[in-house]
């Protein structure tokens, strides 16, 4: 009878212990969820979103959020895996399960790792070529200034000529 009722306290623990990771596995989406409606929300109020270093930018935070909070999901699913693993064995339908979970939560954790590289590259062209821009801008700007003051010495001798 004593046997029973540890069975019974393991079967409740394991329970117990399922219960707990599906509330914290629920909480990690939530938190996933809010992460990406407030890039949406961000994103929504910039004209052509994506194609300036704003939007660039905006999507590298989101990503970079998204990516720390699929981590912990990947780590969590491996910790229950294992366990389940260590405790019912490879070959049981809930380890095989959480195997399963596990696979997919590692693939998207690569391709969100995958679009943060993207962006950050996006950014980094974009970035040089503003600055290009803006160096060629300052020259050309130079250029004008220097015909400015060659129109001005013009003026000034046309005045005096003309005057005298």
Excluded: C, H, P
């Excluded at 399922?18 to 969820?33: G, N």
């Excluded at 910039?46 to 720390?68: I, M, N, P, V």
């Excluded at 220097?146 to 000034?156: N, P, T, Y």
């Amino acid at each position: 009878m004593a046997e029973q009722i540890e069975v019974a306290g393991l079967v409740t623990k394991i329970a117990v212990d399922d219960t707990m990771f599906e509330k914290s596995m629920a909480e990690l989406q939530r938190q996933m969820k809010l992460v990406e409606s407030e890039f949406k929300k961000a994103s929504s109020g910039l004209d052509q979103f994506g194609q300036g270093t704003e939007g660039l930018k905006l999507k590298a935070d989101s990503l970079s959020k998204q990516l720390e909070l699929q981590g912990a999901v990947v780590a969590k699913l491996n910790e229950q895996y294992q366990k389940s693993a260590e405790e019912k064995g490879k070959d049981a339908i809930g380890t095989q399960k959480l195997e399963t979970r596990l696979n997919n939560a590692v693939t998207k954790y690569n391709q969100l790792e995958s679009q943060l590289r993207q962006t950050n590259q996006e950014l980094a062209v974009q970035s040089s070529r503003w600055t290009q821009l803006g160096q060629s801008m300052q020259k050309a700007g130079d250029r004008l200034q220097k015909i400015g003051r060659g129109l001005e010495s013009a003026g000034k001798s046309l005045t005096v000529g003309l005057t005298a």
